[in-house]
C-alpha cells in the first residue's frame, strides 16, 4: 500500500504562490501517474495536473501556465507549484497515485486564496 502525504497548504493573498508537496511511502512513486484534484465547496472534485512515469504533463484550462506539476524520485515526492493564485483555487488539493488497478489518495491539504 503506498501512503500518500500532502503538504504546503495554506492562506495567500491573490497573485501570490504556494508549492505543494505529496510525499509517499510505501511504494517507488515513479511507476505511478501522479496527478493532484481539488475540491471547492459545493463543486466536485476536478482534476488540476497530472505527470506520467514517462513524465509527460497535462493541466486544467483554468491552471495552464500558472501551476507547474513535477516529481523528483529520488525523493519520491510530487510537487504542485502554484503561482498567481487566484479566490477561485480556494479548494481543499489531494494527492493521488494511479497505475492499473491501484489508486491511492492523499488526505488533502487546504489552500485558501483571500478576497
Known amino acids: 500500500q503506498v501512503q500518500l502525504v500532502e503538504s504546503g497548504g495554506g492562506l495567500v493573498q491573490p497573485g501570490g504562490s504556494l508549492r505543494l508537496s505529496c510525499a509517499a511511502s510505501?511504494?517507488?512513486?515513479?511507476?505511478?501517474?501522479i496527478a493532484w484534484y481539488r475540491q471547492a465547496p459545493g463543486k466536485q472534485r476536478e482534476l488540476v495536473a497530472a505527470?506520467?512515469?514517462?513524465?509527460?504533463?497535462n493541466y486544467a484550462d483554468s491552471v495552464k501556465g500558472r501551476f507547474t506539476i513535477s516529481r523528483d524520485n529520488a525523493k519520491n515526492t510530487v510537487y504542485l507549484q502554484m503561482n498567481s493564485l487566484k479566490p477561485e483555487d480556494t479548494a481543499v488539493y489531494y494527492c493521488?497515485?494511479?497505475?492499473?488497478?491501484?489508486?491511492?489518495w492523499g488526505q488533502g491539504t487546504q489552500v485558501t486564496v483571500s478576497s
Open positions: 493521488n497515485a494511479h497505475r492499473t488497478f491501484y489508486s491511492y
Open positions: 510505501g511504494g517507488i512513486l515513479n511507476i505511478y501517474t
Open positions: 505527470v506520467t512515469s514517462a513524465a509527460s504533463t
